[in-house]
């Protein structure tokens, strides 16, 4: 699953196409919020020059409204904007299915009403087993393994503790596990997707569209991500 | 973790159990009259608590009320922050934690944490933005000189927010090595109830002091500024069981309680300024310590009690009372402190303030820091 | 009025029944248990008394000597010498004086008594050089800032041996209305006298806590920095009639004690650095506190008995004694106060303080007011 | 008595002989010092032009004992200077006959030995009735009456207190009395001599000696306040 920062460029829609046409099987698009405290410093740069360009959660959605897109969108934003009144709504409209909010962990779920949306889980290297059976049984769509402790963002291989989470994880959950945080090569997608049903690859992709690559060019990567991926079946 | 509808802990799951972890420990410590006795052996002999309680005689008279002032002005380093940094640090201590992180945005929260990590000897990393280690070369120096490393931030608008996102961050990778010492009642669950917990020696102590000194045992009212609202806090804790008026005073700029609307920033919910669309607006003060958008969730619960009242002043009031305040009593407060002052000078003889009325306010630091910024603003 | 050989009251004649009156106002206030109680009682609910007895536990540690700091840096004002001017202008209100007048070099003297000026609604005039007021800019606006007259004078060397002159010329023509506020423990008598015993609640207060804390009761030994030596005196006062060691340390530029011959200077007759012509010589200090030609006579005195002694610190150990005083402690102190760790460091584990001994030093004042100078001076 | 800082100029001396022609009937010789704190700004002003020229005490005595002049000579100087050992006996070799100290009040006096030299006190406005009876007895050669509370220098007018302590000051001894501080015109020594047997004229002397007066100009300036003194005994 790909990631993108939505009303990063003026033609940001387009790059949802070329992920599809790439073969990605779900796409994540980022809702730009102010305070990003819980990104690394590539999507932070997104969000910024997205927020510069005058993106709001609400345009970011009617963009997405707009087009047809084949495969499922997932959105993700800060609990600031997920927690306002109308965001489910909103969400909807765009035919958005799934959502992640970083920083609302499954303790403050109760407060996050957005029906017909699937809320999906992270769960870390560092979340204690019983933490993770309430994180497998409440999270929706899928559980997103966090690779390593840290933020989002590049990392040279893939970390070791990844693998025995997302064993962990499947332990607690019938849901797909997606692996995140780090994946940026596709040996790393092929080691992440021997171990984890799929994975998403936010940074990477996004240091591409931020140093000027184009739909087809970021679509290549895409591709080249989704090849790399053994299992046919793989969420890439 | 929560106060009403505000607190919380709206953290990434990667750090959910490290503040577990300080909950737990904190409960721990906190129920352990040896964790106690260290923490208050340490305010007594380092940083000089008590403080006093100091009639503003000729301030009172000519305002026809009763000032009290609480001194936190003539502290260790000069300002309520050295209250919780010591609690905190030596909590790190008690959990084996290796090191000491924080964010700082004017420096002084930066300052007051590597003092607490020097004399504990633990190291210190500070996450700073890179304009404002520009603009506050002197509190760089000074948290260098007491050891602290000072992480220059170059992310996002290159201050206190890209400082605090930063220091985050580095906790999430740091998790088990780095104790995040939080600087006011703000972050996810426990730093509000903890850092207040470490500032309620104010009001404690305050109480103490008025019932010894006030025919009336507890004074009208208690006045604090507010930024993320710790000394108002710690003050407010003293008397929120008493029939004393509860005042915080906020920056017109940075008003959270007064102006904010719900929303969750740093970790926790609470009031906070926003734009339509839900991103967070920047505060504007000339005091660094209320140049923030939130504020700590208690204040926002003790709002919707109507337990206390939420005022706003401008830079221009909080500069004249800085300056009465010295020509009346020789003391120069904190600019933070001087709006405090500011609301009572405003509201005395009104029905907000009525002439008679009796009024602790807390002195929550000293000027020295706003030397600069008032002769830029002031002509003497 | 003598100390020894030293002491004495070197004013014109027109001075003489001034300096008198203040002798006489003094000795019957000093035994009056109201005045006294005035006093005790601003020093605690207004300048923040008692100061605690600090033991650096880090840096004894390093240095196998016991250190106890007393902390006068956490007064308000941030040293030692509001505890003078508050008894003086307390005496100067008692007196039915009109104004308070006092000169002042880099502005500490002149921002104290502008402080206590300030606390009794008395008028204060501060005579500086014009080289200082530029110099000093920031200590001058506080001044303002706390309601005083900045006089500056632009005769002679334009700094603070002319704005002195320029004091004493003035209390001459004025010495009815106005009361002269000396510093330290210099002038003609009562002032080194009764300076002393304004500051002595140090010393007291340092006894008492070092009997409440030490096995033997009394510390090894007792150092304090000296440059009038205010803080010496009043620290040595509670420690004289016990076994205690004590030391005085200067700066290598500034040692009237050490290197002085004896002489006659500002009314009071002690050791003073001067040519073979008699002639005065400028002291040099990077402390302004340190940064004076001779010594309080009480001092010269106390030095030709053998009861204390007397050495010198140069600028670059100061600087050092700082710094590792902030790494070590998180206490920040004032460069002069410096003087006296630098000695400390330098003689710990030496035939001159045997590893193993204790060691009170007087931490005169905070290192706030130094972070520029020590910016421009040290690599961080 | 016209007042000189010694030093001041190359040809200082020059103007004691200027002094004697104009009529003074003793001349006071201040020895510059390094702190005139008790002096106003005219002999400050001159006290350091001297001291930048390298003057010190010795050098002026010796100066002085290589001229000649006919009427008494009188050093000021400050206590620092005084009190050095060997003064005395500098002062003597200079054929100095009297001493001003202003910083040694009476009751230090003790400490100052200078055998062969009348040490002459000064009574100022603000000295008690017993104070001026110890200061009549002590005092050698004349009483110096301070005729203003205050430093040396030039004012507009004689202070009224003048007279009143000039009469005091006479109940206290047999000695000649001076007065002095602030006289600068004929107008003012005229007043001055009808209360006293004399008049010490400094810092308007000095005024003009600073403002480049040399020894013609500034013996015809007190020429011309010895001329004002009626009573032809007066030492002016």
Redesign the interface.
């Known amino acids: 699953m790909p990631y993108i920062t939505g009303g990063v460029r003026p033609d940001w829609t387009a790059y949802l196409t070329a992920f599809e046409d790439a073969g990605a099987d779900m796409i994540e698009v980022g809702l730009p919020?102010?305070?990003?405290?819980?990104d690394?410093?590539t999507i932070?740069?997104a969000s910024?020059t997205a927020?510069a360009r005058g993106a709001?959660?609400?345009a970011v959605l009617a963009d997405l409204a707009a087009i047809r897109v084949g495969i499922p969108l997932i959105a993700s934003t800060?609990?600031?904007?997920a927690?306002?009144p109308g965001f489910a709504a909103a969400l909807r409209a765009a035919r958005i299915s799934g959502l992640i909010v970083?920083?609302?962990?499954?303790?403050?779920l109760a407060?996050l009403s957005v029906p017909g949306i699937e809320v999906s889980?992270?769960?870390?290297?560092?979340?204690?087993d019983d933490?993770l059976a309430e994180?497998g049984r409440r999270s929706q769509g899928f559980v997103y393994v966090?690779s390593v402790?840290?933020?989002t963002g590049e990392r040279d291989r893939l970390a070791p503790s990844a693998a025995a989470l997302a064993a962990r994880v499947r332990q607690a959950t019938e849901l797909p596990v997606l692996l995140g945080f780090g994946i940026s090569t596709p040996e790393q997608a092929a080691e992440a997707a021997a171990v984890a049903d799929g994975v998403i690859v936010g940074a990477a992709v996004m240091r591409r569209v931020l140093d000027g690559a184009g739909p087809a060019e970021a679509g290549a990567f895409v591709a080249s991500l989704r090849a790399a991926l053994s299992r046919p079946a793989g969420v890439g | 973790g929560r106060f009403g509808r505000y607190g919380g802990r709206y953290v990434p799951e990667s750090l959910v159990p490290a503040c577990q972890a300080v909950a737990d420990e904190f409960a721990r410590a906190w129920s352990d009259p040896g964790f106690r006795g260290s923490l208050a052996g340490l305010l007594s002999v380092y940083a000089g608590r008590p403080t006093p309680l100091t009639p503003a005689l000729r301030l009172s008279a000519e305002l026809d009320v009763t000032v009290l002032l609480k001194r936190e002005d003539l502290t260790h380093t000069g300002s309520h922050k050295i209250n919780n940094v010591m609690g905190q640090a030596l909590l790190a201590r008690r959990m084996g934690r290796a090191r000491l992180i924080a964010e700082t945005g004017a420096g002084m929260h930066g300052v007051a944490t590597a003092t607490a990590g020097a004399l504990l000897g633990l190291p210190v990393k500070v996450f700073m933005g890179e304009r404002d280690v520009e603009r506050q070369a002197h509190n760089v120096f000074r948290m260098r000189l007491l050891g602290a490393e000072v992480v220059p931030v170059s992310t996002g608008s290159r201050t206190l927010k890209d400082a605090t996102s930063e220091a985050m961050r580095h906790w999430v990778a740091d998790a088990d090595e780095a104790y995040y010492c939080v600087g006011s009642v703000i972050g996810p669950h426990p730093y509000p109830m903890m850092v207040r917990e470490f500032q309620r020696v104010i009001g404690d102590e305050a109480r103490r002091q008025c019932a010894a000194e006030l025919p009336a045992a507890v004074p009208d009212y208690v006045v604090a500024c507010v930024g993320g609202g710790s000394n108002a806090a710690g003050t407010f804790a003293g008397f929120v069981g008493t029939a004393a008026k509860l005042v915080g005073v906020e920056a017109e700029g940075g008003a959270g309680a007064s102006n904010g609307e719900i929303g969750v920033l740093h970790g926790f919910q609470s009031l906070f300024l926003q734009d339509e669309d839900g991103h967070i607006e920047e505060a504007h003060s000339m005091a660094a310590g209320l140049d923030y958008p939130g504020v700590g969730p208690e204040h926002a619960h003790l709002r919707d009690l109507g337990r206390a009242r939420y005022v706003t002043v401008s830079d221009a009031e909080a500069i004249a009372a800085a300056v009465r305040l010295a020509r009346t009593e020789g003391i120069l407060p904190a600019i933070e402190s001087a709006h405090a002052l500011a609301w009572v000078i405003r509201a005395a003889g009104t029905s907000d303030l009525p002439a008679g009325s009796t009024v602790l306010v807390t002195l929550s630091g000293r000027g020295d820091k706003d030397v600069a910024t008032l002769m830029a603003e002031t002509e003497l």
Chains 1, 4 share one sequence.
């Open positions: 919020f102010s305070d990003p405290t819980v690394g410093p932070q740069e910024d927020l709001t959660p609400a800060y609990a600031n904007i927690l306002r970083p920083d609302l962990p499954v303790d403050e407060g889980l992270l769960a870390s290297p560092a979340t204690p933490r994180i966090i402790m840290g933020t």
